[in-house]
């Protein structure tokens, strides 16, 4: 989450959900919140029965909107231009949080004169690279006072605190990943400021003159909603903003899934912090996370480019040692607590390796893999294509149904020696090999496939220990209820035993390369069922000291972690969630037997902090911005940060406290520093580091757009990832030829009836009877211009592939008019699969039509938007399939290349 | 004839009239469909919890709505109904009527006033809900303590900016939507004169010391004489679920035969606990508790949305003077009952019994008179 990350200094929701009860105006945008967080929501009808206002804005009226005050209809992928306007509204009128905006943000700071904003590069910024199709970062970067004059000539060394400064590399690593728990290094925090905010190369000034163009009549024509409506949302927000009032936002996965979704999140952030929302109680960016224990997996994750605490993985050439690596991730000179980062690095490979990490090999630094590239899933997946990926462990994920372009994930499969697959059901993955869609259409044979698979029955939720780590950043503890049925086994018994079984084999070996495994510490305790105690494990994670008095003892905070080898702690941030050998995840004191922010009600990172950046919800003295938003203040008698929370901010700070200049680390964060991650202390409007794709959100039309960028003759994100490949063609955007092909706009989405790729929901027949049939929505309209029956069939043909859907004619889609044109979105669940044994319900699989195209930051798919035509009847099925897919490829005349020009600036033939 | 009279129609307390004595008070349930997010939870958590079997597998095209009505293998029932501004425009209007009739007011049109709201009019000023409406609001469970508990918006607001936003938030309060999704969870309403219990010669059905109607599954026999007894339409006898081309399966299902409908969670009632459905709902649309609550808490909504400007709001149940006595599930409808596939005016089918006995009783007297005349005539 590096919208968030670059923004504020962590990755996770700003706040915790109850906290949206205290909100005057909920904007939910980018979320079906009702749909797929039902229980969450109900903090967003209690703040509705208080009177708040609740907005829902979203291509489709759903079960969200049906209970909003007002929903909005947007185009699909618009959304920056939508929210930049309402920032170029508020800073033209000053209705924005100024004293916030001047104490709090970088909206004062002077950024570096070589800096070029895409109102002068036709929707480039300075420093993008054409040949490598990424950027040089280091034109964003701040101003800085070294070279004397206050000129703002650079002195060449700010913003290169890590040896990774070009965009390409950031994103080879989706380095925007490891922003979860701290921002962006810098050098050091030496700035320059302009407290007027007046200076024309400062962030707020370089912010009005960015968004400039983004006005109502552009929202209007680009966005689809009237202007009406839009007034209605600046209406609700300024009014429900400022010393008295709070605005929360709310988004999710209809924000993440774009080739710039880090830059939706980044727009919003930008709107919270000039209207002052972020650390206040009703305020902040809810970021809504996809399953139960999402924000857990990239805590201690489960991506490539990460280790736990939000620590990058080391880059095979750049971090060839501890030191380069420990640079990469802080500089000391910079603020804050991420300077500390060798002490948090040093605990993991201590609770790791255990003693033989030590001093003399770099605490066993060389026993971590390292990374060459981008391996996010996709990449894998083209791996396996290749044949250089040979074995593949399915843990509850369904990437026959539920990954991007389907079929890639199916061929890719077959390409395999092994695959392993843990899940509840035998799902499409674990049967494509006999009764995938390729079976069906002969392009694979299962006689031709040497993939062993290999289906190992998984223990459910209810049937394991452990701790989920939910959107808010709250691990709660999960009590086992039952004992898995026949050979079902947890994930943690299974690890266990894979690593005990290898361990084993290797024993005798004097190979180094075996070192790492056999040097790991490896020895959790086991019950009668040989099931490893949860409970050690958390406390691994925990951390403990190792010497002196209080050797064996749980470490109560990560501020307590020692960068000598003599503490020992999995993930840092998780650290205290077992402080006095009390496992806090498993408390549950009932609300009303404690205070409204619940803290014994399980345990948050960091340091069991439910709002985050808490320190703004006080003005720069330390009071209150008023009585009825007062959440942490500083009490002059006591010389110390009070209030409903822990403070977010060191305890006995002073608020008018201020550091010599050059000051790093915790004792550079000034008195009115509240975030306290960031290299500055200040909340980012402007980003002169941590996103790949630019300093500010701009406007970019998907991948696959029917509609010319109306800002830029810049069409499309010139930093996304693009995949060439004959598997993975593009539709044409805008007016090029071939675009009329595929005319509408898909959309997919989930419903409260299932769960994702449909392994929890469609075995089951109490879920399965509430959807029993993959559908399709589209407007009346829509239905009338292509002779559609409710109720009846149609056949859906992206580029990719054609897949058949009942029919939903329902009024809750709503065709925009784009420039004068009508335009229809239709919109697709994607929970149903082809295969699969013994599901209740089945059928086509919605993402099979998306093609692989990613966000530069997070490597993550453009799947809220494609291209597709739609036409009445079902599918042909066998051969007969494949030659539907290639007549419409043929007559749109895709090539490789078609869409993936990424420079298309001032050639209107490109774009 | 009072006895009778109490039994069969009017206001009465059910419990004490199937012979419990000293019962608790009456349980029910009160339904806010304006709160509802139709995620159907309390569908799934009361097929869970009664272990009902799987109803049928097709998709009807009816908006979100696939499970079509209530059943013997489905006790609770979300309906999903999309509405375009016009439709809108008479729901609220028809409930400005109705909500200005009050008791006394004649059903010049539409259904007859399910229950008195008692609202002076619409009351201008207040628009945003005050420390006393927060405290009034349905008892949700959730804390009511914290920042924005206490709006000093409203009538008494001296600031002349929060005077302006309450007069901006009155100007969109209550704005006609182009559109709108109704979005509501039906059940059985455990009618204080419930024709289903009148009818069933087995004793399968009756009334629980909590005013509740149960069916015993291991009694009753399958007649299904209580089926079109009810005025509803809610209790059916169980059949094999159908498949997605609306085929039966062929696998046998539980209690096949029986007429099968809510109990209101009789077992969960009986240890104290919630109903499944309302435990599981989310946002505390099904409320369930005594139903002398649950009927105020209905009509303290409605009047907070009229306020709002929500005209449409009515309740629908509950009145002791309609058709079954008033119901024990009680609804806050945004439209006419019939919107909702529910019946504008119910009424028990057995209300008449008492008149047709009398009616029988008489013709019976007038037979055996007019026959004595005959035979005393004949004779004379």
Redesign the interface.
Same mark, same amino acid.
């Given at each position: 989450m590096p919208g968030l990350g670059a923004s504020f200094g962590r990755g996770g929701a700003t706040q915790f959900v109850?906290d949206m009860?205290? +909100?005057?105006c909920i904007i939910i945008q980018g979320s079906n919140m009702? %749909?797929c967080h039902?229980?969450a929501?109900?903090?967003v &009808? %209690?703040?509705?029965? #208080?009177?708040?206002?609740v907005l829902h804005i979203d291509p489709r009226?759903t079960? &969200?909107? +049906? &209970?909003a005050?007002?929903?909005v209809p947007l185009r699909v992928g618009s959304d920056v231009i939508f929210l930049g306007a309402i920032i170029n509204y508020v800073l033209t009128h000053e209705l924005y949080f100024a004293e916030y905006v001047r104490a709090f943000t970088n909206g004062p700071t002077l950024i570096n004169e070589d800096y070029a904003d895409t109102e002068d590069l036709d929707g480039l910024f300075s420093g993008y690279d054409p040949e490598r199709g990424a950027y040089d970062l280091k034109s964003w970067a701040y101003a800085t006072a070294d070279d004397g004059d206050g000129d703002g000539d650079t002195d060449g060394k700010v913003g290169e605190a890590g040896a990774e400064e070009h965009g390409v590399e950031k994103r080879e690593a989706a380095a925007g990943d490891q922003h979860g728990s701290g921002g962006p290094a810098l050098e050091h925090a030496r700035v320059l400021r302009d407290d007027t905010m007046t200076d024309p190369r400062c962030v707020l000034q370089i912010l009005r003159r960015h968004y400039s163009r983004y006005t109502p009549e552009m929202v209007e024509q680009a966005c689809g909603v009237s202007a009406e409506d839009f007034a209605?949302v600046v209406?609700s927000l300024v &009014?429900n903003s400022g010393r008295d009032r709070?605005t929360c936002f709310a988004y999710a996965v209809g924000w993440t899934q774009h080739t710039l979704g880090a830059q939706f999140i980044r727009t919003a952030s930008i709107l919270q912090l000039l209207m002052g929302n972020i650390g206040r109680?009703?305020g902040g960016i809810m970021a809504l996370r996809g399953h139960a224990s999402i924000q857990g997996s990239t805590d201690i994750p489960t991506l490539f480019n990460l280790l736990p605490g939000y620590l990058p993985m080391p880059y095979a050439g750049r971090h060839d040692t501890f030191e380069h690596y420990l640079t990469s991730i802080a500089s000391k000179q910079q603020k804050g607590f991420w300077v500390n980062a060798d002490a948090y690095a040093i605990n993991l490979l201590k609770a790791w390796w255990g003693d033989a990490a030590t001093a003399d090999n770099s605490w066993a630094f060389d026993y971590l893999p390292r990374i060459n590239g981008s391996h996010n899933t996709y990449a894998t997946v083209m791996g396996m294509l290749e044949d250089t990926v040979e074995g593949y462990f399915l843990l509850g994920q369904n990437p026959a149904v539920g990954s991007s372009n389907g079929r890639m994930q199916r061929m890719g499969m077959a390409h395999l020696k092994w695959l392993v697959v843990r899940d509840l059901q035998l799902i499409e993955s674990a049967t494509f090999w006999k009764d995938g869609p390729e079976i069906a259409t002969g392009e694979l044979r299962t006689e031709d496939i040497g993939t062993e698979v290999f289906f190992l029955p998984a223990a459910s939720y209810a049937e394991k220990e452990g701790t989920f780590t939910q959107t808010q950043r709250l691990l709660q503890w999960r009590h086992k209820a039952v004992a898995p049925p026949g050979q079902s086994r947890s994930e943690l018994h299974f690890f266990h035993e894979l690593g005990k079984k290898i361990r084993a084999r290797l024993a005798d070996s004097t190979d180094p390369r075996d070192r790492p495994l056999l040097d790991l510490t490896w020895d959790y305790p086991e019950d009668e069922h040989g099931d490893p105690d949860a409970h050690a494990v958390l406390q691994e994670i925990n951390g403990r000291y190792l010497t002196g008095d209080k050797a064996g003892e749980l470490l109560p905070a990560f501020v307590e972690m020692k960068a000598d080898g003599s503490t020992s702690g999995g993930c840092w941030i998780y650290t205290g969630v077992y402080a006095g050998g009390v496992n806090r995840a498993a408390s549950r004191k009932p609300?009303?037997e404690q205070s409204?922010?619940?803290p014994e009600w399980g345990w948050a990172w960091p340091a069991n902090r439910r709002i985050l950046y808490n320190r703004a919800s006080a003005d720069p003295e330390g009071r209150p911005w008023s009585e #009825?938003?007062?959440?942490v203040w500083w009490d002059a008698d006591k010389a110390s940060w009070v209030g409903?929370d822990v403070p977010d901010f060191p305890v006995t700070k002073d608020p008018a406290y201020r550091p010599e200049p050059g000051t790093g680390g915790v004792a550079g964060l000034a008195g009115d520093d509240p975030f306290i991650m960031q290299a500055d202390g200040k909340g980012w409007l402007f980003a002169p580091k941590g996103m790949v794709d630019g300093p500010l959100p701009t406007h970019y039309e998907p991948q696959e757009s029917p509609v010319v960028n109306p800002l830029y003759g810049q069409q499309a994100n010139p930093a996304r990832m693009v995949y060439k490949r004959k598997d993975n063609l593009s539709a044409p955007s805008g007016t090029r030829p071939g675009a009329d092909v595929y005319p509408y706009v898909a959309t997919t989405y989930r /419903?409260? %009836?299932h769960h994702t790729a449909g392994g929890m929901s469609r075995w089951l027949?109490? /879920?399965?009877? /509430?959807?029993?049939?993959f559908?399709c929505e589209v407007s009346p309209e829509l239905a009338a211009e292509r002779g559609l029956e409710?109720?009846g069939w149609a056949t859906i043909i992206s580029p990719r592939a054609a897949v058949e859907a009942?029919? /939903?004619v329902? %009024?809750?889609m709503t065709p925009m008019t784009i420039s004068g044109r009508q335009l229809h979105q239709i919109g697709l669940p994607y929970h149903w699969g082809v295969g699969g044994s013994d599901a *209740? *319900?089945s059928g086509d699989s919605a993402n099979d039509l998306l093609g692989v195209t990613l966000d530069p930051n997070v490597a993550i798919q453009e799947s809220k938007a494609s291209s597709c035509d739609i036409r009445a009847g079902r599918r042909p099925t066998g051969e007969a399939l494949l030659r539907l897919i290639n007549e419409y490829q043929s007559r749109a005349g895709l090539t490789v290349e078609t869409g993936n020009t990424l420079l298309t600036g001032g050639d209107e033939a490109d774009r | 004839m009072s006895l009778w009279r109490n039994q069969l129609h009017g206001p009465t307390d059910p419990a004490k009239d199937a012979g419990w004595e000293d019962p608790p008070p009456r349980k029910g349930f009160f339904t806010d469909t304006s709160i509802c997010i139709g995620c159907k939870a309390c569908e799934v958590a009361c097929k869970e919890w009664n272990q009902l079997p799987m109803d049928h597998l097709g998709m009807t095209g009816d908006s979100y709505d696939n499970t079509s009505a209530l059943g013997a293998s489905t006790w609770r029932h979300v309906a999903f109904v999309e509405q375009d501004a016009e439709r809108v425009e008479q729901a609220r209007e028809s409930g400005r009527l109705l909500a200005e009739e009050g008791p006394a007011g004649g059903p010049a049109t539409g259904p007859r006033t399910p229950v008195a709201l008692g609202l002076p009019s619409l009351r201008p000023g207040l628009h945003r809900i005050t420390e006393q409406d927060v405290s009034r609001a349905p008892a949700t469970g959730l804390p009511l303590t914290g920042p924005g508990t206490h709006v000093d918006i409203g009538p008494e607001a001296t600031d002349l900016e929060a005077a302006e936003m309450a007069a901006r938030q009155a100007a969109v309060d209550g704005t006609l939507p182009d559109f709108r999704w109704l979005i509501a969870s039906d059940v059985c309403k455990h009618c204080t004169h419930a024709g289903c219990l009148d009818v069933c010669p087995t004793g399968a059905l009756f009334r629980t010391e909590f005013g509740t109607v149960v069916v015993q599954a291991d009694v009753c026999n399958g007649c299904g004489y209580c089926v079109p007894a009810c005025p509803f339409g809610v209790i059916e006898r169980r059949d094999r679920p159908t498949d997605a081309n609306g085929e039966r399966l062929k696998t046998a299902v539980k209690n096949e035969g029986v007429a099968q409908k809510c109990t209101l969670c009789y077992d969960r009632l009986e240890i104290g606990a919630k109903p499944a459905c309302a435990q599981a709902c989310p946002t505390t649309s099904i409320q369930f508790g005594d139903l002398s609550e649950m009927r105020q808490r209905a009509e303290e909504r409605v009047e907070a949305l009229h306020t709002k400007g929500f005209t449409e709001a009515r309740v629908y149940g509950g009145d002791e003077l309609d058709g079954v006595g008033g119901t024990g599930s009680v609804f806050l409808l945004l439209d006419e009952p019939e919107v909702y596939g529910l019946p504008p005016d119910p009424r028990v089918t057995t209300a008449d019994l008492p008149d047709i006995f009398r009616k029988a009783g008489f013709a019976a007297g007038s037979m055996l008179v007019g026959a004595a005349i005959a035979f005393l005539g004949a004779r004379s």
């Open positions: 109850q009860a205290n +909100a005057d009702a %749909e039902p229980v929501y109900q903090w &009808t %209690e703040a509705k029965l #208080r009177g708040a206002r009226f079960r &969200t909107s +049906a &209970t005050d007002r929903h209605y209406d &009014t709070t109680p009703g609300d009303a409204w922010v619940s #009825r938003k007062a959440y409903h /419903l409260t %009836e027949p109490y /879920l399965a009877e /509430l959807q029993p049939a559908f409710n109720g009942r029919v /939903l329902t %009024e809750r *209740v *319900v | -």
